[in-house]
């Protein structure tokens, strides 16, 4: 084996060993450095195998690495960037559940509403159970309540089913 050979081979695993090294060592690499890793030890072996078929094995395995690196590195960072679209539109379509789920439930106003336009107990607190609620059930708001005509049976619906305790 000539020293260039050698030189080569020696490259070769130095740049195996580092991008073992970066895809499996570390649990919070990202596919960018994954991607640069494993597209350096394609690269370089590449590199090496066309180079020697011109009678320079090392710059061939050099320009590879180099290659393999680069495009690697671009390919990992184009999948973390769909990781991060993926991630983005999932907590936007959390938030929008939620919101709507929050626009559902009953409050102080529409109990009142409801009582005041005389429908029974029962109904108001069926439909409290069914769509829960987000009350403010401070003393200040129970004492309100009662002076509109709110029973002590819809409000204790209304603190069983109050989504903010």
Do not use: W
Not at 33 to 53: D, P, R
Not at 88 to 115: F, K, P
Not at 128 to 142: A, M, Y
């Amino acid at each position: 084996m000539s020293p260039r050979d050698a030189m080569a081979a020696r490259g070769l695993i130095s740049m195996t060993l580092l991008a073992i090294c970066v895809t499996s060592g570390c649990s919070n690499v990202n596919n960018t450095q994954k991607g640069a890793g494993l597209g350096a030890v394609g690269g370089t072996a590449l590199g090496a195998v066309v180079g020697h078929q011109f009678g320079a094995t090392g710059a061939g395995a050099v320009v590879g690495g180099l290659a393999g690196t680069a495009f690697g590195a671009l390919a990992g960072n184009a999948q973390d960037e769909a990781d991060r679209r993926d991630h983005l539109a999932r907590q936007v379509a959390y938030e929008r559940a939620a919101r709507e789920r929050r626009s559902y439930l009953m409050g102080n106003r529409d109990v009142l509403h409801m009582v005041s336009s005389g429908c029974s107990d029962k109904l108001v607190c069926e439909t409290i159970r069914d769509r829960g609620g987000q009350f403010d059930l401070s003393p200040e708001s129970v004492v309100q309540l009662h002076q509109y005509g709110v029973s002590d049976s819809v409000i204790a619906s209304m603190r069983k089913y109050n989504a903010t305790r």
